[in-house]
């Protein structure tokens, strides 16, 4: 799979504690009038990966949250998965494999939670892509 630089959420990010993706994704300004959902039409790829194996945790909430501005004052969540920590490990993929609908703000970024003893290791690298691979 290939990631953009631009669309990149998550760089083999760290996950310690319960926190916001180091990068989001600024779909521009919305015009007035203008509805916009990406989340509609042609699929849009996206990967979320685990790339180093987490320990100590009970499960790892993963969320997509779109926003109409860039502190995410009013998040709202479009899709969620909780993954256990026995599932946690380098090279897991997260699905969906694609943006969902109901993603029709301004913002999109990705929110990691933390569900019992805070991790030492585990990292997630997550992001639009040109495609993902399928091994099935």
Same mark, same amino acid.
């Given at each position: 799979?290939?990631?953009?630089?631009?669309?990149?959420?998550?760089?083999?990010?760290?996950?310690? %504690?319960?926190?916001?993706?180091?990068? +989001?994704?600024? !779909?521009?300004?919305? #015009?007035? /009038?203008? *509805?916009?959902?990406?989340?509609?039409?042609?699929?849009?790829?996206?990967?979320?990966?685990?790339?180093?194996?987490?320990?100590?945790?009970?499960?790892?909430?993963?969320?997509?949250?779109?926003?109409?501005?860039?502190?995410?004052?009013? %998040?709202?969540?479009?899709?969620?998965? +909780?993954?256990? !920590?026995?599932?946690? #490990?380098? /090279?897991? *993929?997260?699905?969906?494999?694609?943006?969902?609908?109901?993603?029709?703000?301004?913002?999109?970024?990705?929110?990691?939670?933390?569900?019992?003893?805070?991790?030492?290791?585990?990292?997630?690298?997550?992001?639009?892509?040109?495609?993902?691979?399928?091994?099935?």
């Amino acid at each position: 799979m290939i990631f953009d630089q631009q669309t990149l959420l998550s760089d083999a990010q760290a996950i310690t %504690a319960s926190v916001a993706s180091t990068n +989001t994704i600024d !779909l521009g300004p919305i #015009k007035p /009038g203008i *509805v916009r959902d990406i989340g509609k039409g042609k699929q849009i790829p996206l990967l979320i990966q685990v790339v180093e194996a987490f320990n100590n945790l009970t499960s790892l909430g993963v969320a997509l949250q779109v926003d109409d501005n860039s502190a995410f004052s009013s %998040a709202k969540t479009v899709w969620s998965q +909780t993954v256990v !920590l026995a599932d946690l #490990k380098a /090279g897991k *993929v997260v699905v969906p494999e694609y943006i969902t609908r109901g993603t029709d703000e301004q913002f999109l970024r990705l929110n990691y939670t933390v569900t019992g003893t805070a991790p030492t290791t585990g990292k997630v690298t997550a992001g639009v892509t040109m495609g993902n691979q399928s091994n099935g």
